[in-house]
């Protein structure tokens, strides 16, 4: 299996661009996390999802921030308009049957907003 | 609410010298608990876990036991090498129905 994949690996881009990180889960897990990692806040979830359904967007920062999976193979979280605080490396994780399985976290996308 | 307070790091180590990273929680119920290895440029992955009290788990060396009686899930490891130069976080999965992770600690192995 490739493991969860996230797309892109850096994304540099100016303050007030709409931005769109890409997730593809394990195949078969029916769970979706997005998490954000910063030094300040260390790791925070984001949203989940349970079968391509939002369970819990609590953690989404502000209405600037939307996550969207269209279909078990395929997430996305956008940023519109994106700010400098928004500077973070952003992880997408997946597991099998429940939210207490084992998560397993893609490689991450860098985000530097200037 | 569930809250995991780990060590401050960073923690430096020698080659074949022994870990411990603290770990304590809060939670009402029954959770369970895990510690999670973040690598260089990578995402975490699972490191070990334990889902009920005096259970130990156990992964390349490492260990750490579910201690209800402390809420304790300290992480040991007897003889530490440079590859084992990482973040480590302990994290619980109770009541608030998502995980809920520490701060983290980075440690790092000298030869």
């Known amino acids: 299996d490739a493991g969860v994949i996230q797309s892109p690996r850096h994304e540099v881009t100016e303050m007030g661009q709409e931005v769109t990180l890409r997730c593809k889960p394990i195949s078969g897990h029916d769970y979706l996390f997005w998490y954000r990692q910063t030094m300040m806040r260390g790791l925070e979830l984001l949203i989940y999802f349970n079968n391509n359904v939002p369970i819990d967007d609590s953690g989404m920062p502000e209405d600037r921030f939307s996550a969207k999976m269209p279909n078990a193979s395929f997430s996305t979280l956008k940023i519109q308009p994106s700010e400098p605080r928004d500077s973070a490396v952003y992880f997408c994780?997946?597991?099998?049957?429940?939210?207490?399985?084992?998560?397993?976290f893609g490689p991450g996308t860098r985000l530097t907003v200037l | 609410g569930d809250s995991v307070t780990q060590m401050e790091g960073p923690v430096t180590l020698s080659e074949e010298a022994f870990l411990t990273i603290n770990c304590t929680y809060t939670a009402t119920g029954y959770p369970s608990l895990f510690w999670y290895v973040q690598y260089p440029g990578e995402g975490l992955q699972l490191l070990l876990k334990?889902?009920?009290?005096?259970d130990k788990g156990s992964n390349k060396g490492f260990e750490a036991t579910y201690r209800k009686e402390t809420t304790s899930f300290h992480l040991e490891k007897g003889s530490v090498q440079v590859s084992d130069s990482a973040v480590y976080f302990c994290?619980?999965?109770?009541?608030?129905?998502?995980?809920?992770f520490g701060t983290g600690t980075r440690l790092q192995v000298t030869l």
């Open positions: 994780a997946s597991s099998l049957f429940s939210i207490t399985d084992t998560q397993y």
């Open positions: 334990a889902t009920k009290a005096d």
């Open positions: 994290a619980l999965s109770g009541t608030a129905s998502k995980l809920t």
